[in-house]
T-cell receptor
Framework: DTAVSQTPKYLVTQMGNDKSIKCEQN?????MYWYKQDSKKFLKIMFS???????INETVPNRFSPKSPDKAHLNLHINSLELGDSAVYFC?????????????FGQGTRLTVV | LAKTTQPISMDSYEGQEVNITCSHN???????ITWYQQFPSQGPRFIIQ???TKVTNEVASLFIPADRKSSTLSLPRVSLSDTAVYYC????????????FGTGTRLTVIP
């Protein structure tokens, strides 16, 4: 069983479109994240959700909105896509257990805006 | 959040031991040092975590001196499959909410 799964794996779309990336974790974790990794390979945190509450929101455009229907899902909606949104987006989840804090990442979604 | 600094890249021959040092001068008392590994086209993967002295698992060892201002990830006898980017993070006791990644160290293992 895949611990953190994201769909789709590849997404090619035109500028101005609205798209969503789905993420599901079956680990029972209470915190989920979205990261963006651009062409320079910098891995930047975008959002963090803990028990359905947004607790970190780095300075991302409000065209990006995370939606968490339940603790196991954190979907990423992107409106009015721009060329600069092209990147690999990773979903992750973690559970704080005292000293043992380990995050599990999905395989990534490569978004290409043309 | 404790900022971490590590070399941008390193090269090593197969079979050698590789040591990647991370500097975290302003690490907080509650911070744990955590290392992740990222292969091309994959998400980061947890390798090892420690607070002080030495931690060892089946993948790597982590050495942390008494002042905790730096740490060293040690990979024994690397192989070509260890070519990846290695990230050092200093996570607080609420570490789940502080998963900020730096630039990482790109390790290239040469035949």
């Amino acid at each position: 069983d895949t611990a953190v799964s994201q769909t789709p794996k590849y997404l090619v779309t035109q500028m101005g479109n609205d798209k969503s990336i789905k993420c599901e974790q079956n680990l029972g974790h209470d915190t989920m994240y979205w990261y963006k990794q651009d062409s320079k390979k910098f891995l930047k945190i975008m959002f963090s959700y803990n028990n359905k509450e947004l607790i970190i929101n780095e300075t991302v455009p409000n065209r990006f909105s995370p939606k968490s229907p339940d603790k196991a899902h954190l979907n990423l909606h992107i409106n009015s896509l721009e060329l600069g949104d092209s990147a690999v987006y990773f979903c992750a989840s973690s559970q704080v257990r005292g000293r043992d804090t380990e995050a599990f990442f999905g395989q990534g979604t490569r978004l290409t805006v043309v | 959040l404790a900022k971490t600094t590590q070399p941008i890249s390193m090269d090593s021959y197969e079979g050698q031991e590789v040591n990647i040092t991370c500097s975290h001068n302003n690490i907080a008392t509650n911070d744990y040092i955590t290392w992740y590994q990222q292969f091309p086209s994959q998400g980061p993967r947890f390798i090892i975590q420690g607070y002080k002295t030495k931690v060892t698992n089946e993948v790597a060892s982590l050495f942390i001196p008494a002042d905790r201002k730096s740490s060293t990830l040690s990979l024994p006898r690397v192989s070509l499959s260890d070519t990846a980017v290695y990230y050092c993070l200093a996570l607080g006791s609420t570490g789940a909410n502080n998963l900020f990644f730096g630039t990482g160290t790109r390790l290239t293992v040469i035949p």
